[in-house]
């Protein structure tokens, strides 16, 4: 075999794993990319009625799947806790995401199978309040067959009567 024979077979296998390498990448991409879900939970305080010597708070849990790919559901629910606010010296107070704990929640949106790309839904979700008028509510979201869930909290004042909204996107591994 020559020199220049040699040279044209690894100019040629060059060019073989060069494309091979492209459309795995290529492919990769497709998969991991293009067919990953974007949901986007929203959170509102809606209304507050005193019964009795308690609150019935009501808040709206709306989905909408702002991606390009349908989401099948696994599950979705929602916890709730009060949040106890004092004076101190700090300024604020820091709440963890893992501090609700979802399988003491309950399950919302039992219906819905999946949501497809631009749909929008939501379902009204009332608690009953004791002696807290600060309570924080979470929801978490799971895409079925994966790991994939996202996750949004909010913390609400039952005393303003206000229409407090708060939105959150939330990637949880």
Same mark, same amino acid.
């Given at each position: 075999?020559?020199?220049?024979?040699?040279?044209?077979?690894?100019?040629?296998? +060059? @060019?073989?794993?060069?494309? !091979?390498?492209? &459309?795995? #990448?290529?492919?990769?991409?497709? &998969?991991?990319?293009? &067919?990953?879900?974007? !949901?986007?939970?929203? &959170?509102?305080?809606?209304?507050?009625?005193?019964? =009795? =010597?308690?609150?019935?708070?009501?808040? $709206?849990?709306?989905?909408? +799947?702002?991606? %390009?790919? $349908?989401?099948?559901?696994?599950?979705? #629910?929602?916890?709730?806790? #009060?949040? =106890?606010?004092?004076? *101190? *010296?700090? /300024?604020?107070?820091?709440?963890?995401?893992?501090?609700?704990?979802?399988?003491?929640? %309950?399950?919302?949106?039992?219906?819905?199978?999946?949501?497809? /790309?631009?749909?929008?839904?939501?379902?009204?979700?009332?608690?009953?309040? $004791?002696?807290?008028?600060?309570?924080?509510?979470?929801? $978490?979201?799971? %895409?079925?067959?994966? @790991?994939?869930?996202?996750?949004?909290?909010?913390?609400? +004042?039952?005393?303003?009567?206000? +229409?407090?909204? *708060?939105? *959150?996107? !939330?990637?949880? /591994?």
């Amino acid at each position: 075999m020559k020199i220049d024979d040699v040279k044209t077979w690894v100019d040629i296998i +060059n @060019s073989i794993v060069a494309t !091979l390498a492209i &459309l795995t #990448a290529g492919w990769w991409f497709l &998969l991991s990319r293009s &067919l990953a879900g974007t !949901l986007q939970i929203t &959170l509102t305080l809606t209304g507050v009625d005193k019964v =009795n =010597n308690s609150l019935a708070v009501t808040v $709206r849990v709306q989905i909408k +799947n702002v991606g %390009r790919t $349908r989401i099948k559901k696994d599950y979705c #629910a929602v916890a709730a806790k #009060a949040v =106890n606010i004092r004076s *101190s *010296s700090e /300024p604020s107070t820091i709440m963890e995401a893992g501090s609700l704990d979802y399988s003491q929640g %309950r399950e919302i949106f039992r219906s819905l199978t999946e949501i497809e /790309p631009n749909e929008e839904t939501f379902q009204d979700v009332a608690f009953a309040l $004791r002696e807290a008028t600060f309570f924080a509510v979470g929801v $978490r979201l799971k %895409r079925k067959r994966t @790991s994939e869930a996202w996750q949004a909290i909010s913390v609400f +004042n039952a005393d303003d009567k206000a +229409n407090v909204s *708060s939105q *959150s996107t !939330l990637i949880v /591994p």
